[in-house]
C-alpha cells in the first residue's frame, strides 16, 4: 500500500470520526424534540433548532480547520519522505 493511498485512508479516518460525533447527537436531539414537539411553543422549537444548526456550523467548521491542519501535516510528511 503505497503512502499517497495510507494517507487518503487516513484523512478519510479524521473526517469520518467527527462527522459521527457530531452528527449523532444531533440526530437524537431531533427525534427527541420530534417526539415532544406537540408539547411546546413553535417559538421555542424555532429557536431551539437554530441553536442547533449553529452548534453543527461551529462544530464544522472546527473540523475543517482540523483536516486543513492534517492536510499539511500529511504534504509535510510526504515532502520528506520523497527527499529520503
Given at each position: 500500500?503505497s503512502?499517497a493511498?495510507?494517507?487518503?485512508?487516513?484523512?478519510?479516518?479524521v473526517?469520518?470520526?467527527?462527522l459521527?460525533?457530531?452528527?449523532?447527537?444531533?440526530?437524537?436531539?431531533?427525534?427527541?424534540?420530534w417526539a415532544?414537539?406537540?408539547?411546546?411553543?413553535s417559538?421555542?422549537?424555532?429557536?431551539?433548532?437554530a441553536?442547533?444548526?449553529?452548534?453543527?456550523?461551529?462544530?464544522?467548521?472546527?473540523?475543517?480547520?482540523?483536516?486543513?491542519?492534517?492536510?499539511?501535516?500529511l504534504?509535510e510528511?510526504t515532502?520528506?519522505?520523497?527527499?529520503?
Amino acid at each position: 500500500m503505497s503512502i499517497a493511498w495510507l494517507g487518503a485512508i487516513v484523512v478519510l479516518l479524521v473526517l469520518a470520526i467527527p462527522l459521527v460525533a457530531i452528527m449523532l447527537p444531533v440526530f437524537i436531539i431531533l427525534a427527541v424534540g420530534w417526539a415532544s414537539r406537540g408539547s411546546r411553543t413553535s417559538r421555542t422549537v424555532r429557536e431551539e433548532e437554530a441553536k442547533l444548526v449553529q452548534e453543527i456550523h461551529d462544530g464544522l467548521e472546527r473540523m475543517g480547520e482540523r483536516v486543513e491542519s492534517l492536510e499539511t501535516i500529511l504534504a509535510e510528511q510526504t515532502k520528506k519522505g520523497a527527499h529520503l
